[in-house]
């Protein structure tokens, strides 16, 4: 009776070991996911909620030999250059020294933020966005609103392009009645007197960028204006990061 219980009895103590461990594992990824968020909330001085995720099978226990592997960090309502954006990064080989073979970010400027940091910054009416509402389509960047004494109503398209500290709006066509048109040839419309050297190219600056981090492209995406950047290889964590990471 005792042999045909030995192989129950054995099962029975491999699956609460297993049990054990996948619960040490969760305990300890929860702990580390919470950890680089404070500290990613701190680099980034978010005021917004700071999210941090760990990849991979054993993520938590894999933690505890200083090898993180993946995360993805997302942090909402940053605030560069007077601009608020939100951020997604995943970085890539990460340790808990701080160091990591390369990552990728992207931080989106919400429509309703890009129109607020040009009115304010006074590039609003240089731009041709005094008046017009700035959001985005399959085609790019658009300001939409009417000119001219009778109200007409315009669109704007126009192209973006990264630059080392922020991202260059140029407008390409107007759109008026039904025509689009190139920005050039709109001067002779109706209220349009003015509007081209308004839609002069504009560059919106969003401040010197950490060390290691490089604007690769810019496009419009559903919750707003998106800046592509590529994270260099690091080493490890520099001051400001190891006091995040203390806190």
């Known amino acids: 009776m005792k042999l045909r219980r030995t192989p129950v009895l054995v099962t029975a103590g491999i699956t609460a070991a297993l049990a054990g461990v996948f619960v040490a594992d ?11 968020a404070r500290a990613a909330g701190c680099r980034l001085q978010a005021r917004g909620p700071v999210t ?15 090898r993180v592997g993946s995360v993805h960090l997302a942090a909402e309502d940053v605030r560069r250059a007077d601009t608020e954006m939100d951020i997604k990064a995943d970085l890539y080989d990460v340790t808990r020294d701080g160091s990591m073979s390369g990552g990728r970010a992207t931080a989106t400027i919400p429509y309703e933020a890009l129109q607020k940091r040009l009115a304010d910054s006074g590039e609003g009416a240089a731009a041709g966005a005094e008046g017009l509402t700035v959001g985005g389509d399959t085609k790019g960047l658009t300001l ?40 050039a040839t709109v001067s002779g ?18 401040g010197d960028l950490p060390e290691g981090v490089s604007l690769t492209g810019a496009r419009t995406t559903g919750a707003g204006l998106t800046l592509d950047a590529s994270l260099a290889k690091s080493a490890s964590a520099d001051t400001d990061g190891n006091h995040c990471m203390s806190a």
């Not at 969760?26 to 680089?36: F, M």
């Not at 007409?152 to 140029?170: N, Q």
């Not at 407008?171 to 920005?183: A, D, H, K, Q, S």
């Open 26 to 36: 969760v305990v300890v990824e929860h702990t580390a996911q919470e950890r680089i």
């Open 52 to 66: 941090a995720e760990l990849s991979g099978t054993f993520a938590g226990l894999r933690a505890l030999t200083g």
């Open 144 to 183: 939409t609103g009417t000119v001219g004494g009778l109200g007409i109503p315009v669109t704007v398209h126009a192209s973006t392009t990264a630059t080392a500290t922020g991202v260059t709006i140029t407008p390409t066509t107007v759109t008026v009645l039904g025509r689009e048109l190139p920005i």
């Open 189 to 206: 419309l109706p209220g349009a007197a003015g509007l081209v050297e308004r839609l002069a190219p504009r560059t919106v600056d969003v």
